[in-house]
């Protein structure tokens, strides 16, 4: 029983907190300004208690699997949520449905969170199902504007067919090899025909939901039409625990594999960094324009992925880790600029710096770490997942991925520029920033430059394993 | 001494930059921490030399090492020897004159001063890094303060030429990176220059990672025909921004082609020292003739430190001892006299407003003082005895002479005829706007270089003519270092 409860905690927390708010939203009883910190306040102590009483460990059989490095990967993904209420607060205090918002953010949360910890293809299936569904009704959370809904939609079309590549290929899985225990699979794999083709599906299933080229048509319009609030949710928080996911069933179960997802890999991390880049560079709208880095910085977490061994892992978490920050602090700046003045195209942000030197800085540190500029942590975060990558990998395949940071630098020195070269006859006015917003932002800016120049953070990460 | 001091007084100093109240508070915060780094460089040599004449024979003195990544080999493995000495003296020469020549900016002052020591921060650590990681990491850090200079306070296409600053400085460290990498995993998992120099690395591996850090750092420095940064960079950068770029940053990358490209992969160097040969003759000749057709003053120095640039990869490519000693000599007396060039290009223009040759003259007769400094530059640029620059180019072409075949021969005759088209093309410039009658009467009224000004320049001017003068105590310095990476090339 005592173990039913510690090595769930990071379900039950939030699974409470989500009935919390459920109670709550019965009552009516708060005001949004003062429900938001509570919230933040939950969240926060949620964040906290990821660092108390960590067990390694499995339950109900093996379908439930826990140890350090996951707390650690849940601990990221629950700072993330965090941010995101303390960056998106401006936006979050105007929404009618405040506690739906949060419930159902936590409800997909909740999901990854068990498919992290998923040791069975059934419960894999279960999770991912339940961290897509809120998805998609938080795309829509604009209720007013049609863009919103439209991505919505798109968003459940694209899921409800991933969903069912998937279930066709664990079904084929389940028929090739008798069982759907992750434990079990591994000696069961002998790379037949029809074994291929259900992980190929399995594959397509997983790229589907990390936006890899060519499953990643759904990404730009959903994030363009979802509130800000979403849209980082999805950039990150989402992106993130699928690629932890991913890296796990690899490693673990698809292990024998391992020659042909190694191929996969390489040739679709080539083609998503080139084609996330070529489609980010002409984008004007800021959201849009986030959609395809962030396609592309999916790309270079495939190459670290290739890598195959601790390193991989070791990179690919410290890399999403710095990815929280930076992403999240270009999209809480995006949020701030486009609740206060409705500009969300990166042709308004021209003079910004004039106005507000503080957001422009904030913005300044985000790219140049999505772009890999030291001193900050995308810096490190790229080349460890660059060195993860060049270990089994040939020259060609590194310097395919080294040319696409050169690009990758073009498009965000084009914001760079706006903001503090280009002038402006009517600059987005000075923005009293509130103060949990102000915070949220520090908090980003100071991960951007501390992560990678104190070296603990990778070496914990590190000694998790 | 602890070279950790080199990093944390430009460190400290930009923090103090980023807390000061005001213009006045910024200015002088600066000034102060850029003298003290010129202090803390000079203790710098005379500890090093101290140490040297007592006896101490080791490659790399005051050695520290601090794990960062350990599991990576990320350390932070600090060490200088005479050639990082001297390139950490003009980097500190050269800040000090830069904070100095920019004393009247008004754009964003403190931005300004920042960024520019930020810059420095840079360099020095580069300068002292003895691992390949942290070497990258420093040299990396140094690009964005650089397209910021140039897109803020330039002029000019300012725009277009801070993008292809930043993109082609990005492209060489992405050819740096893969070539770092490749080391790495070729060399057991090392970061380590000293531990790399010792592993024995296979010459078709050689051959394949040469080029990539050869290139790579040769973009930074302008090797042809990567060059084309260069003109539209220098011309377009605030004046201390051009100072910094042409003195420092393209010295960045020949120490990264001499100490990482050529001693870490000799083999490669010697597969490839024909071809870097052929190019830096043609970047000799080809910016020499360049130059003659400009018209703008920072057109002029910038296609002539593109000229100039090319003595130091034409010794690199010479692999004689010698030779290397005169392009490190070079690096040294371009990079004094390049910011030297600029800050007086600067100053001229902000009294005549325009930097076209054509539309000055007699500039003698009133502003005696910028005009007396750029003489003495011009005169050092086409090699006049005396001043650093003959020093550095005459012990570049000994070094090549000692090679005594045709190919090398031909190499050395067509750099050395340059020199005559330097004299052609500096002459006829200073003749131009120096000389002759006063072209506009609003010059009249110009005032002569103010305090700032005076010891920007006389600063410089010490510099080069101490090289020129007595180039022993320089000579010293590098050429043991110089020895030590023939050594490992193997040859004379």
Known sequence: ?465 | MNLLLLLGAPFLTAVAVLLSRNKQQVKWISLFGALVQLGLSFVLLFVYQEQRNAGNTAQMLFEQNQPLFRSLDIHFHFGVDGISVSMILLTSFVLVAGVLVSWNIEKMTKEFYFLLILLALGAYGFFISLNLFILFFFLEVSVIPKYLLIGIWGSGKKEYSANKLALMLMGGSALILVGMLGLYFTAGRSFDILTLSKTTIAGSTQNILFPLLFIGFGVFTALFPLHTWVPDGHSSAPTAGSMFLAGISMKLGGYGCLRVATYLLPEGAKEYANIIIVLSAIAILYGAFATMMQKDLKYINAYSSVSHVGFSLLGIGMLTSTAITGALLQMVSHGLMTALFFAVIGMIYDRTHTRMVNEMGGLMRVLPFITSVFFIVGLCSLGLPGLSGFVAEMTVFIGSWQVDDTFHRVATIAAAMSIVVTAVYILRAIGNTAMGPVKNENYLHFKDASWNERWAAILLVAGIVAIGITPEWLNELLRPAAEEIMNKVGGN
């Open chain 1, 1 to 465: 029983m005592n173990e039913f409860l510690t090595l769930m905690k990071s379900e039950w927390l939030i699974t409470a907190i989500i009935f919390l708010l459920l109670f709550i939203k019965i009552g009516r009883g708060l005001k949004n300004e003062s429900l938001l910190r509570f919230i933040q306040f939950l969240l926060l102590v949620n964040f906290i208690a990821g660092f108390f009483f960590n067990k390694e460990g499995y339950l109900f059989g093996d379908m439930f699997y826990t140890s350090k490095l996951i707390v650690f990967q849940k601990s990221i993904l629950n700072l993330a949520v965090y941010l995101i209420s303390l960056l998106c607060a401006d936006w979050l205090k105007k929404t009618q449905h405040l506690p739906e918002f949060f419930i159902l953010m936590l409800s997909a949360l909740l999901g990854m969170f068990l498919m992290i910890s998923s040791g069975n293809l059934l419960i894999f299936y279960l999770a991912l199902e339940l961290a897509t569904i809120p998805l998609a009704a938080m795309a829509n959370f604009d209720l007013g504007k049609k863009r919103s809904s439209e991505g919505a939609m798109k968003m459940i079309l694209s899921s409800a067919f991933s969903s069912g590549i998937l279930l066709f290929g664990i079904s084929m899985l389940y028929g090739a090899t008798g069982t759907i225990s992750f434990t079990a699979m591994p000696p069961l794999l002998d790379n037949s025909p029809l074994q291929v083709l259900s992980f190929v599906f399995l594959f397509t299933a997983f790229a589907f939901k990390l936006s890899i080229v060519p499953f990643h048509l759904w990404t730009a319009d959903v994030y363009e039409g979802s509130p800000i609030a979403a849209t980082s949710f999805l950039s990150v928080v989402s992106k993130g625990a699928v690629a932890f996911v991913f890296i796990t069933a690899l490693y673990k179960v698809f292990r024998p594999m391992e020659e042909i997802w190694y191929t996969m890999l390489v040739v679709l991390a080539i083609a998503t960094m080139v084609i996330g880049n070529l489609f980010a560079l002409r984008q004007q709208n800021i959201k849009r324009f986030l959609a395809f880095s962030s396609i592309a910085q999916v790309g270079f977490i495939m190459v670290g992925i290739s890598n195959g061994d601790t390193l991989g892992i070791t990179s690919v978490v410290y890399f999403v880790l710095v990815y929280v920050f930076s992403n999240l602090a270009a999209f809480g700046v995006a949020s701030v600029i486009a609740e206060s003045s409705g500009k969300e195209n990166i042709d308004d942000y021209k003079g910004l710096y004039k106005t507000n030197p503080f957001l422009s800085w904030i913005m300044a540190l985000a790219l140049f770490s999505l772009a890999g500029i030291p001193p900050t942590a995308g810096f490190f975060g790229k080349l460890f997942l660059l060195t993860a990558g060049g270990v089994k990998a040939s020259y060609w395949f590194i310097t395919i991925a080294a040319l696409n940071m050169i690009v990758s630098l073009y498009y965000y020195l084009r914001v760079i520029r706006a903001i503090f070269m280009d002038k402006n006859e009517t600059p987005v006015e000075k923005i009293n920033t509130a103060p949990t917003v102000k915070l949220g932002l520090l908090i980003c800016g100071a991960g951007i430059v501390l992560i990678g120049l104190l070296s603990w953070v990778f070496d914990y990460i590190e000694s998790l394993r």
